[in-house]
């Protein structure tokens, strides 16, 4: 895989970039095909088709063993992390907390004149897999 590396400063800057953000129709076409078919896949067959694509497109077998990390395993790892990478994602964690408390919607409810309760609940998740 090659890196193109842009210099906004360099003569023909636009014109290379325009390059290569441009997509034919085909690429787009054939992107959204292998897209549906990964999200039709993973509907269907759950996890299994997870592991499947991990190993394909990551060259990494993985199981259902493999996807939750013990919190010793999390501690180790941190605690073997170099002190500035260690900051840099405190800092990182810091900043997204932030931005995230203010993005909280809140849960809301009224009554209408016919005696409905409606409304909006609000339930965070306990956890997610990424």
Known sequence: MDITTLDAASEGFEEA?????SWSEDDNSSVLE???EIINDVRKRGDEALF???EQFDQ???SADDV???S???EQAWNELPTEQ???LTTAAERIRTYAEHQKQQSWSFSDKFGN???QKVTPIQRVGV
């Not at 970039?17 to 953000?21: E, I, P």
């Open 52 to 54: 499947s694509y991990t």
């Open 72 to 74: 010793t395993q999390l």
């Open 117 to 119: 309760t409606l409304g």
């Open 86 to 88: 260690a900051t840099a």
């Open 60 to 62: 990494w077998s993985v």
């Open 68 to 70: 939750v990390i013990a």
């Open 34 to 36: 292998s897209v549906t």
């Open 17 to 21: 970039l325009d390059d290569l953000l």
